[in-house]
């Protein structure tokens, strides 16, 4: 049966043009993830909605080795940076795997840090600055609130904000005086 390649919706043998995405059908069956069964658009070793292998795809005897530790086969990919990753070194979140850095995980949600700050109440004064300039905001906090601490990694207070908003908001943060450089070596990862 065709499918349209855009919106992935099966039409009846005869029709050659989706009527809702105007896309040219393809006369074929689709290629699904064996795990999510999300559309692949070609035959593809990894998925990448999921990160999951496709050993339909892969040919006999072919290994791919986990990035961290190559003397293990990799079971998936992280959906961010594509780095092959093994059963120890996947890290699963809502039916996604990453790899061991906990930033591709804000960037797979859409969200991106803009700043980092130690406390509660300065990380909401640059929520409701960023907010009142337009920008939508939201405030990531690790710390552990049963205990209050102002140093080390349960410090930390990310301001974030939606992933196409990034640089707006920190030309806004720069203007205001309220941008740390040090904040940028995030960009520099991706």
Excluded at 26 to 38: G, Q, S, V, W
Excluded at 55 to 71: D, L, R, S, Y
Excluded at 132 to 150: E, K, M, N
Aim: proline content about 5%; overall charge negative.
């Amino acid at each position: 049966m065709p499918y349209c390649p855009q919106c992935h919706y099966q039409y009846k043998e005869g029709t050659a043009v989706c009527p809702d995405c105007n896309e040219p059908l393809i006369a074929a069956e689709p290629l699904l993830c064996e795990f999510c069964m999300e559309m692949l658009e070609e035959e593809q070793k990894f998925c990448p909605h999921c990160g999951m292998v496709q050993a339909a795809m892969m040919e006999e005897g072919e290994e791919i080795e986990c990035e961290n530790h190559p003397q293990m086969e990799a079971v998936a990919m992280c959906v961010v940076c594509g780095k092959p990753v093994c059963g120890d070194c996947a890290v699963k979140r809502q039916g996604k795997i990453f790899c061991e850095n906990d930033e591709h995980i804000k960037i797979s949600h859409g969200w991106v840090v803009v700043c980092s700050t130690s406390t509660d109440y300065e990380a909401h004064m640059i929520r409701a600055n960023l907010e009142g300039a337009g920008i939508p905001c939201l405030v990531f906090s690790q710390r552990d609130h049963v205990y209050f601490l102002t140093v080390g990694d349960m410090a930390v207070v990310n301001v974030m904000v939606p992933k196409q908003n990034l640089l707006e908001a920190q030309e806004f943060l720069r203007k205001m005086d309220l941008f740390d450089e040090r904040d940028e070596e995030f960009d520099d990862e991706e």
